[in-house]
Structure formats: structure tokens, C-alpha cells
């Protein structure tokens, strides 16, 4: 018997529990957990350790899928995936969700994160969700793997779709598996899995600030409104709130001015023995953070991303 | 071989300057980038100053303004080290690099 493996990765709701579900033809071992943080704005169950599954590709070939949890307070469990369950597949699949404000910005954090993986690897860039936001488009994430240097393939995708999810392992396997009719594997699966329907239904939310607390590291977080008007907050720290809302000031003076080099997203303030002072601006709000020394800049920057996108109006979600 | 050399061989940092009470010393940013100096100035200053009004021990300040990153660190009271730097520079670095080399920022 040959076994392959695929690891796939991504941000929370990139569709990475689809995409093992609609190609598994064994029940998938997910590890779902009710969503305590801001992903509940989209779905109800999130993984936190890993996904499952195992497709069959002819009597003597198989293919072990694993799914990395999307939420980096869960990283512990990528490491231990990458390094030792999967540290013999032959590709990484990024998932990247199109809706997402900045899909770039996912993509420049997985790339960091399993670069190291992804340097004895092949790469697939699958993006997801493009039937509501086409854009960025094909040419625009080929331009993002060449400005960072990558060998990758881009394919869009729709994982609630077994066939197209296939597309992706073929692309994968083929080169090492000459003989495998992939027609009758993607009759197969979609016989026996199905359409899944229900991949964009938000169900419950919480507040934005409810959701920061559940961010490693994060002590405190305030909530600023277009006018600079606290809309909500638990810093309590009257010098801290002062110094956070002079920052969203600045960024408010230079956005005036945003000709001259562009707009502020955020400005972060630090020192040797103290909390780390935050804000990110967005649109119409901006969200400070008051967080642990210990929280690296790209980690912060990738939490407030992910918290500042489920706190927009999502009407298509709806 | 200049530090402003020293620290780009060492992907610290892309362009530095030395603000000294405000003013331009020692700067490697070229003229092309003299509107980003200025945000990067004024901003930094302006953070600085706050940061002295409203709370003690914040040294260093960093800003992502369009897809450019500024960091400014405190080297004393009356002096900045302001660094345009890429997105994944590991600032953890930039700050051992000022504590071994402090005495040069002030030559």
C-alpha cells in the first residue's frame, strides 16, 4: 500500500474542515469545539486540534489528509503537525478565504510561519469563497508568490465541491501516481459526500471585546468609533486609554494627509518592562489592544486582523 | 563601513536616521524617501511626546503607514533612532543591536 500524505492550512473559516469532510471517504476525526472567540461570527464549532481523513485513491494508493485549527492560539498544534504527523507529505494547501480584508496578509503569515516546511515542499495556494468576493483575483496572488519568492500553485477552489477539492490532490499526486483514474475517485467521493451546504451560516455572535480577551496574551482591549468615541472597552488604565486614543488621533491627522505615503493601519507602542499598547485602525473603527510583552508584532497584527474583520457588517454572511 | 551598512547587512533595518531633539542627524534615507521621513518624524515625535505626558517605560514605538514600517526607539531623552524596515523584521534584534551599539548612535 502507498500512502501519501497533505497537510492543509489556513485562517479560521478558510474551509479546511470542508475540504478533508468532502474528500474523506472514511468519517472524518474532527476535533470541534464551540467557538469562544470572534470566529462564532461565522460558525459555531471551530477545530482545535486537528482534521482528519484518508481518501482512497486505487486499492494500493491512499492519501492521509490532515487540517491544521485555524486559530492561532492554537499554533502549538501546526508545529506538532508539521514536525511530526505530516512531516512526510508531500504538499502543504494553503487555504485562503477571498473575502477576507487583506487575503495578502494571510498568505505573507502561513508563508512565515511553515516556511520552513514549505522549503521541502510543494505549495498550493487554494483560495476559497471567491463566489462572493472574486477579488483579489489569479494574476494578483501570482504577482503576492513572486513578490515573496515562492514556487507555488494558485487554484480556486470551492471545497464545499469534492470534485474541485480532488483537483487539489491530483495536482499533488499525479506526478508519483501515473496510473490513478481520478474521473471515477471524484464520481466516488461525490456519491458518497456530497454538496455541503452549510459552510457560510453564521450562527450566534459575541462582542468584539469578548473576543480579544480570548486572544493569547491580550490584557485589555477598547473599541474606538469613527468620531473616536469609545464604543466599548475594559482598559482600565486612564493613561493607557489616554495614550491609545492620541494614537488613534495620529493616525486619524495622517489619514487626512494619506497622499503623502498612505494610511496609517496601526501603531503599536512597547518597552522592556511594560504591557504592549496597540491600536488598529480600520475604516470606521479602529481596536486597541492592550497585550503581554511576549505577543510578537506579527502575531498581534494577525489577531487584530482577525478581529477587526468579524467586527464589520458581513451582510453576505447573513 | 557606516552602522546604517552594519544594520542593513543585518536586515535590520532599510533606511535609519538619528532624530536629536527633533532634528535630522545622521540619516541614511535617501531623497526619494524624504516624505516618509517626514511622516516617520513627526509621527514618532509626536507618539514620544505622549507617551512622556501619559506613562513611563515605553522606549519604542512602531507604525505600518501604507506598506511601509517605522520603528523609533528611545536612545535617550533627547534622541530617536528612527528605522523604515521591512514587515518581518524581527524587532527583538533591532533592540539588542541599540543596547551593544548605543554609544555609536551618539558619535
Known amino acids: 500500500m502507498k500512502d501519501h500524505k497533505i497537510l492543509f492550512t489556513g485562517a479560521v473559516c478558510a474551509g479546511k474542515t470542508t475540504a478533508i469532510r468532502s474528500l474523506s471517504d472514511i468519517e472524518t476525526l ?26 482512497e485513491l486505487a486499492q494500493d494508493s491512499r492519501v492521509h489528509l490532515y487540517g491544521t485549527p485555524g486559530q492561532e492560539r492554537f499554533s502549538f498544534m ?53 463566489d462572493i468576493e472574486p477579488n483579489p483575483g489569479y494574476n494578483d496572488y501570482l504577482a503576492c508568490i513572486r513578490e515573496l519568492g515562492l514556487m507555488a500553485t494558485v487554484m480556486f477552489v470551492d471545497v464545499r465541491n469534492p470534485k474541485t477539492v480532488l483537483s487539489i490532490v491530483e495536482e499533488l499526486i499525479s506526478a508519483v501516481e501515473l496510473e490513478i483514474n481520478w474521473a471515477e475517485v471524484g464520481e466516488r467521493i461525490l456519491d458518497h ?17 469578548d473576543a480579544a480577551m480570548n486572544k493569547r496574551g491580550i490584557l485589555g482591549a477598547m473599541h474606538l468609533g469613527a468620531e473616536q468615541e469609545v464604543l466599548s472597552s475594559n482598559i482600565d488604565e486612564q493613561q493607557s486609554v489616554a495614550l491609545l486614543k492620541s494614537m488613534h488621533k495620529l493616525s486619524s491627522a495622517i489619514a487626512q494627509k494619506s497622499e503623502l505615503v498612505g494610511e496609517v493601519s496601526n501603531i503599536v507602542v512597547g518597552g522592556p518592562a511594560v504591557r504592549t499598547l496597540s491600536m488598529f485602525s480600520d475604516d470606521d473603527q479602529a481596536l486597541c489592544l492592550c497585550s503581554e510583552r511576549d505577543v510578537s508584532l506579527p502575531v498581534l497584527k494577525q489577531q487584530a486582523s482577525d478581529l477587526l474583520q468579524w467586527s464589520r457588517e458581513n451582510d453576505y454572511l447573513a | 563601513m557606516t552602522i546604517w551598512h552594519e544594520m542593513a547587512e543585518q536586515r535590520l533595518l532599510q533606511y535609519g536616521c538619528v532624530l536629536d531633539n527633533g532634528e535630522v542627524k545622521h540619516s541614511s534615507f535617501p531623497s526619494e524617501y524624504r516624505k516618509h521621513l517626514a511622516v516617520a518624524r513627526q509621527s514618532l515625535i509626536y507618539i514620544f511626546k505622549n507617551v512622556g505626558k501619559h506613562v513611563d517605560g515605553y522606549d519604542e514605538a512602531h507604525m505600518e503607514v501604507g506598506d511601509t514600517h517605522f520603528s523609533g526607539y528611545l536612545i535617550d531623552e533627547n534622541r530617536i533612532l528612527v528605522c523604515l524596515c521591512a514587515a518581518e523584521t524581527n524587532q527583538h534584534d533591532v533592540r539588542a543591536f541599540i543596547e551593544s551599539n548605543k554609544q555609536r548612535f551618539s558619535s
Open chain 1, 193 to 209: 459526500n456530497g454538496f455541503s451546504l452549510d459552510f457560510y451560516k453564521p450562527i450566534y455572535e459575541e462582542t468584539l471585546l
Open chain 1, 78 to 130: 501546526w508545529e506538532m503537525l508539521a514536525n511530526q504527523f505530516a512531516h512526510d507529505a508531500i504538499g502543504l494547501v494553503l487555504l485562503v478565504d477571498n473575502t477576507r480584508k487583506d487575503p495578502f496578509r494571510d498568505v505573507r503569515f502561513y508563508v512565515k510561519e511553515f516556511g520552513e516546511y514549505i522549503r521541502k515542499r510543494r505549495l498550493i495556494i487554494a483560495v476559497t469563497h471567491s
Open chain 1, 30 to 55: 474532527d476535533t470541534d469545539a464551540k467557538a469562544s472567540d470572534v470566529t462564532v461570527r461565522r460558525k459555531k464549532n471551530t477545530t482545535i486540534a486537528m482534521d482528519y481523513g484518508v481518501l
